[in-house]
């Protein structure tokens, strides 16, 4: 017993020292628990949660206090837990994809009512299959909207050219185009527009127009598969 004590005092002083993480330890039975998993079912290799005090409650809910962070749980297998107390909480999520990308979620409130399964946008790929090419003599650009518009040159200027290019030469059938997204919580389709622009070998930049694809849930995770008609 005595070296068990010993144990876990020594794992307190770490996580002090360690800028105020809320130790793994054995559970008591009078913790507020979650788990982290992706719209796809994975869970995240790697991750933290910030635990932050709430403000009262409000006619439009409960609000974070600013400057009121409690400390930091470090994921384990996608489960977190924090010791109960009065008044709930709120968690700022970061953890990791199995792709290594990157993924947060703000704000959940955590309050011991129930062990929240809680999820996170999850990264998605689109391939883009360009079905009988009626372009040909220089580069087709394809890039995420952050809009619903048509584009413009505009957007070009700004932003990066693309975020992928086909090559469109005489007999040749391009490549499918790979675009990230991420698909977001809380929806069951979501509308994906991109951006088409047209550089000819001879130079200049033609936007062309902006296409839509409707991905669903089920397809959160995965590659999927579109025809373009542009």
């Known amino acids: 017993m005595m070296k068990r004590n010993t144990a876990w005092a020594f794992a307190v002083m770490g996580c002090v020292v360690g800028m105020g993480c809320h130790p793994q330890r054995e559970s008591k039975g009078d913790d507020w628990r979650w788990e982290v998993r992706y719209l796809d079912g994975s869970l995240p290799p790697s991750g933290e949660a910030e635990v932050w005090s709430i403000g009262a409650a409000s006619e439009t809910g409960w609000a974070i206090e600013s400057g009121s962070l409690l400390g930091t749980v470090v994921l384990h297998e996608g489960r977190g837990e924090w010791p109960a107390s009065e008044q709930p909480v709120a968690i700022n999520l970061h953890a990791e994809h199995p792709n290594g990308s990157t993924q947060s979620r703000s704000g959940i409130r955590i309050d011991g009512t129930q062990s929240p399964v809680i999820e996170l946008p999850t990264p998605t790929l689109l391939a883009l299959h360009i079905v009988r090419p009626r372009l040909v003599g220089g580069r087709l650009h394809a890039r995420l909207s952050e809009g619903m518009g048509e584009p413009d040159l505009s957007t070009w200027l700004d932003d990066a ?70």
């Open 161 to 230: 050219p693309s975020s992928a290019t086909a090559v469109m030469a005489p007999h040749a059938a391009p490549r499918p185009l790979l675009l990230e997204f991420e698909f977001p919580v809380g929806v069951d389709r979501w509308p994906v527009h991109v951006q088409w622009y047209w550089q000819p070998n001879t130079g200049g930049i033609e936007p062309l127009r902006t296409e839509v694809f409707v991905i669903s849930r089920a397809q959160a995770g995965s590659t999927v598969a579109v025809q373009s008609s542009i």
